[in-house]
């Protein structure tokens, strides 16, 4: 698989100018709050209105704004998993996994499915309050995977979770896009988070992409010094 993003947007605020692909594997956007990370995600998903650019998926564009092509977001065919979970709080957690299976016949044993691989299998019936910040991730996980995505987007997901745990479900990510064979997005500002999840990395600052590249390249060889501050280098030689 292969994502091509090119993404512009401007408004009196801010300045939206991003321009990256990837291919196969999980990509780190990378860089300080404010930087364009989530608004970067919400051009993907089709949940912020962009003023030029095209965004594709192999042979699917998402969005061509020279060809007028512009698909919703829900035929966008990716996963999304918000830094608050966003889990329906008055469904269980069986159903919160079913829902974006629509209508399909055997919805609730897929998402039951799921529930076992996330090990989950014995909270089905429970409602998101009733479950701890790292169950409640699993299952926003299983919901965004269950409908069988080809691109999964995930905003800072790890965040709130404590390091024992963090570490835990960096593990069950990397495994499940491996299985998958998944493109993933992953959004954060932590060093640590971005080499345990991580292949390639994109630096964005002030909504521009400064550097792109495999993951230890872009650490080893920063572009130049704002890079090299944005990735917390302290030993800058000139």
Do not use: C
């Amino acid at each position: 698989s292969r994502l091509l993003v090119q993404a512009r947007r401007h408004d009196a605020r801010f300045e939206l100018n991003v321009d990256f692909s990837v291919d196969n594997g999980t990509l780190v956007l990378f860089g300080a709050s404010g930087a364009g990370k989530t608004s970067t995600l919400h051009a993907i998903a089709g949940l912020l209105a962009l003023d030029g650019g095209r965004i594709q998926v192999d042979d699917t564009v998402y969005y061509d704004a020279s060809q007028g092509v512009n698909l919703p977001a829900s035929q966008r065919r990716l996963g999304y998993v918000f830094q608050n979970y966003a889990l329906f709080p008055h469904l269980t957690v069986l159903q919160n996994i079913a829902f974006g299976l629509g209508s399909q016949r055997d919805r609730l044993e897929h998402a039951r499915q799921w529930l076992t691989r996330m090990r989950m299998k014995d909270f089905g019936e429970r409602y998101p309050h009733e479950l701890s910040g790292g169950q409640q991730q699993r299952v926003a996980l299983a919901r965004a995977l269950a409908p069988r995505p080809r691109l999964l987007l995930l905003d800072e997901p790890f965040a709130a979770l404590d390091r024992v745990l963090r570490e835990r479900l960096q593990a069950e990510l990397r495994q499940l896009q491996h299985d998958l064979s998944l493109i993933v997005i992953y959004v954060t500002h932590s060093l640590d988070d971005a080499f345990a999840v991580g292949d390639h990395m994109a630096v964005l600052h002030e909504g521009h992409v400064l550097q792109q590249g495999p993951l230890d390249d872009v650490f080893q060889h920063p572009a130049n010094e704002t890079v090299a501050e944005i990735l917390g280098i302290r030993n800058l030689f000139r």
